[in-house]
């Protein structure tokens, strides 16, 4: 006899009957291995009785294993047959025929058990199909029950093809039999991600054009062939077919002519004809009984079709009623994504966003989501997100588009949801930074910020370049314009947010790839900028020349040659060659005196800026004082103007300081010397007026949004208050601003200043014994403080100071020696 084609050999080890033995509990699954440890004793015990024992009557034990099952006695039978039958297999006591009907009786036992436990394990299922093709390997001829159960379990294997095979082979008399296999394959066929859709449709063909077909498998080869015609798209012809098919099942029960008219309602809903579709869905309700699983499905046809015709309200509402009737992934995450949808759409947009996160957790496990994929998820959370956008509700949408990111992680992430990431972190960033930044555009304006406000501004905008980046490399291939364009705004977020190693890498990018490009020019610019950034002022400087060098040759540079003549400057003066300082000045005096333009361009306006920084650097008071004073009045609100108070303040301080060392050491016309000292006065006087700006501008903002650099102007022009008033002579201003230094920076021991500079301006008033008690302050403050601290070079106690402090001391000995067992106590202020 030829073998089935699935038939294992009588070779087989015998032990392929029994799967190795599950650590699961005897009542939670079933288990053939059961019998399997014992069956390995018996074995062994059983071969050693063999030679003396007489023939057991193996028929009598088969017989008796077979009524067991027939009585439901599953586990029993399995039992006997291993115990009695089992161990003697091999030997040449049991015939091929005894053979066989042990592996088919096993085959039963199993199935037939397991069936009863309401358990489909894979162990089982394959000792079934071991089973039965051992006992067609020893000449079994499967009864049609052992051929549909063994069809059966190749579909609960997946098998198909087997199992079809093996319906086949029915005889015609058991055609429910096989139209039962044929049902199994079909609905194991269209499981959403089978890919076997043509199978299914085979089988269904073959179902449908026969006559004799009785009308509930009609009814159910209908409505299954119609699910597959509307999920490929082919909804109309799956709607001509239900409509000439369905008046013709008026036997069908309720429940299969219910799930028709669910079919067609769904099918009418691709479609468009919305009337038509509720029409079909409410007889589909009234046919339906109450708590069918079907339920959950066509209250989700409800809710869309109502979703699609805007009635968002009763939409949500069966949404959430699917939510009610069940759980199952197919029903429940569409439910889910309408509630987000609708709730979207009614403008609750806290529902909706904690609908779309219940509906990324869904996706974050594996199940079938009712044809909501990660894809679909990320497509509606990114529509949304797009609409929040659109009305600048920026928070809103970057809620919707992180979430799409975790849904689709990593280098799956759409190139729409990167965009939008992008341009909401872009926006975020810019909402923070464009009020302060009064207009002004560049990572250089950005060190001026508070570091709060810096970190936040960092945050978006380093972020937005990173999600440019990454639309980059997902359109590089696809769309050039694209890419071009991501290439771009990653450059300048992250220049924006002073990451300049990206920002050079990305504006690097763009003038090696795009040289025929528009925008060559600006890249080179924005390329040089970055380098600036960073401290490379070696090759910036070598990008603006560029650029300078195009203008002169008429290579398109533009307006960016322009802008580049500044920060040339500002590189030559930075580079530590002091070769090109003077070329720079020169440069920077070019650009102030109106060769690229008036006061109303950029490059004037930084002309003059650089110019009265540079001449204050150099200590060139007069030109610094002049270049400042000239910046101040044309741009007030310049977020520079802060510095430039503060030099120009300063600048005059020291030219005072200037002027008095000139008067002390140097022979002039009295009218000179009292010209010098009008100027002198003149220049304190002003100092006192800017500082007094300055402290009263950086007190009145919050010291967590100051600056480094605007904490520094704050305590100099402090002590530098005092010191301008002391200069002039004006004792109890000066006390009254070294006072207000030193109780503001307690702690820092640039406060001896003012304590030293207090005692001699007491002095200074005649009052020794409130001098006293400040030198007394004085030295306990000296003493309280590290030696170290005195040898900083930084600090502002220069050796004048200490000489006066020196002075004022040994006035107050001498003092003391003339006035022995005065009161020394005193105000100290």
């Known amino acids: 006899m030829q073998p089935p084609a699935d038939a294992i050999t009588p070779s087989t080890p015998e032990h392929a009957v029994a799967a190795t033995p599950a650590r699961s509990p005897w009542r939670e699954v079933w288990q053939v291995p059961v019998m399997a440890a014992g069956l390995v004793l018996l074995i062994s015990g059983g071969y050693s ?14 017989l008796r294993g077979e009524r067991l099952i027939l009585s439901g006695a599953n586990t029993e039978a399995i039992g006997v ?57 020893y000449g079994a001829r499967l009864e049609p029950e052992d051929l549909s159960t063994l069809a059966m379990t190749y579909v609960a294997m997946d098998d198909l093809d087997r199992a079809k095979a093996r319906a086949d082979r029915l005889p015609a008399p058991e055609r429910a039999r096989r139209m039962q296999i044929v049902r199994g394959i079909v609905d194991r066929a269209l499981r959403p991600g089978s890919g076997r859709d043509l199978m299914a449709l085979t089988l269904l063909t073959e179902m449908l054009t026969d006559p004799s077909l009785d009308q509930d498998t009609r009814a159910w080869a209908l409505g299954r062939h119609a699910e597959l015609q509307i999920g490929r798209g082919y909804a109309e012809e799956a709607i001509g077919r239900l409509l000439r098919e369905m008046p013709l099942l008026d036997r069908a029960d309720k429940g299969s002519l219910a799930n028709l008219h669910l079919l067609l309602g769904e099918a009418y809903t691709k479609t468009g004809p919305l009337a038509e579709a509720q029409r079909q869905l409410d007889h589909a309700s009234a046919l339906l009984e109450e708590h069918d699983p079907a339920g959950a499905r066509l209250r989700l046809a409800h809710g869309l079709v ?14 959430e009623s699917v939510l009610e009737f069940t759980d199952d992934d197919r029903y429940a995450t569409p439910a889910v994504l309408g509630i987000a949808e609708t709730a979207a759409a009614m403008g609750d947009y806290d529902a909706s966003l904690d609908a779309f996160t219940r509906l990324a957790d869904r996706l974050a496990h594996p199940g079938a989501h009712g044809g909501v994929d990660a894809a679909r998820a990320v497509a509606s959370m990114t ?102 364009e991501a290439t771009w705004s990653a450059g300048e977020a992250f220049d924006r947010s002073g990451e300049q190693e990206q920002a050079v890498a990305s504006f690097l990018l763009y003038l090696t790839e795009r040289p025929g490009d528009p925008r060559q020019a600006e890249a080179r610019f924005r390329l040089a900028q970055a380098y600036q950034a960073r401290g490379d002022f070696g090759t910036a400087s070598k990008h603006y020349a560029t650029l300078i060098l195009g203008r002169q040759e008429d290579l398109g540079a533009g307006p960016w040659a322009d802008l580049s003549e500044v920060p040339l400057a500002q590189c030559m003066l930075l580079d530590h060659d002091a070769d090109n300082d003077a070329e720079a000045e020169r440069r920077l005096t070019r650009v102030a005196a109106g060769s690229l333009g008036g006061p109303d361009t950029p490059a004037f306006r930084d002309a003059v800026f650089e110019l009265g920084s540079l001449y204050y650097r150099q200590g ?12 101040i009045s044309r741009y007030p609100g310049d977020p520079r103007v802060l510095a430039a108070l503060f030099q120009h303040a300063d600048a005059m301080r ?19 010397r009292l010209l010098l000292q009008q100027t002198r006065e003149q220049r304190l006087r002003g100092s006192i007026g800017v500082f007094e700006r300055v402290r009263r501008e950086l007190e009145g903002k919050d010291a967590q949004r100051r600056t480094a650099i605007e904490d520094l102007y704050l305590r100099n022009a402090s002590f530098y208050l005092g010191e301008c008033a002391f200069e002039l002579g004006d004792w109890d201003a000066a006390v009254t601003y070294y006072a207000a230094a030193r109780d503001r920076y307690a702690n820092d021991p640039a406060s001896l200043v003012a304590m030293t500079q207090i005692v001699t301006c007491h002095l200074r008033q005649g009052d020794p014994r409130r001098a006293r008690a400040a030198n007394e302050r004085a030295k306990r403050f000296y003493a309280s403080m590290p030696a170290a601290v005195w040898d900083d070079p930084n600090l502002p106690m220069t050796r004048e100071d200490w000489e006066r402090w020196l002075a004022a001391t040994s006035e107050l000995w001498s003092d003391e020696r003339q006035r022995a067992g005065a009161d020394d106590g005193g105000d100290a202020r």
């Open 49 to 62: 009785l063999v030679g003396s024992n007489p023939d057991p009557d193996f028929d009598g034990f088969l």
């Open 81 to 137: 047959l291993n115990t009695e039958v089992y161990p003697y297999l091999a030997t040449a006591k049991v015939s091929d025929e005894q053979r066989a009907r042990f592996h088919t009786l096993i085959a039963r036992a199993i199935a037939r058990g397991q069936a009863d436990l309401g358990i489909n394990r894979e162990d089982n299922n394959k000792n079934i199909v071991a089973s039965y093709l051992e006992a067609e390997a």
């Open 306 to 319: 109502a979703a699609m015709g805007g009635d968002h309200e009763t939409a949500r509402a069966r949404f």
């Open 383 to 484: 529509d949304r997100a797009d609409e929040r956008f659109g009305v600048k509700d920026d928070r809103g949408a970057l809620a919707l588009v992180n979430l799409a990111e975790r849904v689709l992680p990593g280098g799956s992430t759409p190139a729409p949801t990167l965009r939008r990431l992008a341009e909401c972190h872009r926006r975020l960033g810019d909402a923070i930074l464009t009020p302060i930044l009064s207009g002004r555009d560049g990572v250089l304006a950005l060190v001026d910020l508070d570091p709060s406000t810096r970190a936040q501004v960092k945050t978006h905008l380093t972020a937005s370049g990173v999600y440019f980046r990454r639309l980059a490399d997902k359109v590089a291939m696809s769309d050039p314009a694209a890419w071009a």
């Open 620 to 631: 060139n008071t007069g030109r610094a004082i002049e270049r400042l004073d000239e910046f």
């Open 654 to 672: 020291v030219s005072a300081s200037e002027i008095k060392r000139a008067l002390a050491s140097e022979a002039m016309p009295a009218s000179q």
